[in-house]
T-cell receptor
Framework: DSGVTQTPKHLITATGQRVTLRCSPRSGDLSVYWYQQSLDQGLQFLIQYYNGEERAKGNILERFSAQQFPDLHSELNLSSLELGDSALYFC?????????????FGSGTQLSVL | KNEVEQSPQNLTAQEGEFITINCSYSVGISALHWLQQHPGGGIVSLFMLSSGKKKHGRLIATINIQEKHSSLHITASHPRDSAVYICAVGGGSQGNLIFGKGTKLSVKP
């Protein structure tokens, strides 16, 4: 058990809908990362938050947004969903997000857009 | 050309064999990660390297910064080592990683 909790584990929805994925980092970790894993693209970095502030942005679509709350949990919002958004979404956390820190991954949320 | 290339893509081994998975990258990095993903989907960080060599149990990871190459070795492989092994490289921000496509390892008893 990594200590990172993601909910829900599975999500099935329709095109055009909006969903929210939730991540609770390990106790004490201030930095949260979101990744997308799809069959054709593999794993891709989406976005990083540190203590409530956005720190780095990767290949995140404009239809996607994220935030980190004062209690350090994070939410990834996906809107106007398309078939191609079907993927496994991972959250990870680390203590401060500095180079050299180990990443701890959640078990992922499997999103299916029908 | 992908910025992170792994080889082989698939690997089948007999229990007890010595296994090597390779990772080459074309960008400047501050750290390289080796990750393990089991069939259930969860990801575990095995190593984080910026230079030299690290060992944990039967796993050894090495990196050559000049040659932009890293290897993951598994000694005395076991069926429970069956998983996808993913190499990822990072620049300035810790989590802003570029991932390889992964190496699917199957160890037969």
């Amino acid at each position: 058990d990594s200590g990172v909790t993601q909910t829900p584990k599975h999500l099935i929805t329709a095109t055009g809908q909006r969903v929210t994925l939730r991540c609770s980092p390990r106790s004490g970790d201030l930095s949260v990362y979101w990744y997308q894993q799809s069959l054709d693209q593999g794993l891709q970095f989406l976005i990083q938050y540190y203590n409530g502030e956005e720190r780095a942005k990767g290949n995140i679509l404009e239809r996607f947004s994220a935030q980190q709350f004062p209690d350090l949990h994070s939410e990834l919002n996906l809107s106007s969903l398309e078939l191609g958004d079907s993927a496994l979404y991972f959250c990870a956390s680390s203590v401060t997000g500095g180079v050299g820190e180990k990443l701890f991954f959640g078990s992922g949320t499997q999103l299916s857009v029908l | 050309k992908n910025e992170v290339e792994q080889s082989p893509q698939n690997l089948t081994a007999q229990e007890g064999e010595f296994i090597t998975i390779n990772c080459s990258y074309s960008v400047g990095i501050s750290a390289l990660h080796w990750l393990q993903q089991h069939p259930g989907g969860g990801i575990v960080s095995l190593f984080m390297l910026s230079s030299g060599k690290k060992k944990h149990g039967r796993l050894i990871a090495t990196i050559n910064i000049q040659e932009k190459h890293s290897s993951l070795h598994i000694t005395a492989s076991h069926p429970r080592d069956s998983a996808v092994y993913i190499c990822a490289v990072g620049g300035g921000s810790q989590g802003n990683l570029i991932f390889g496509k992964g190496t699917k390892l199957s160890v037969k008893p």
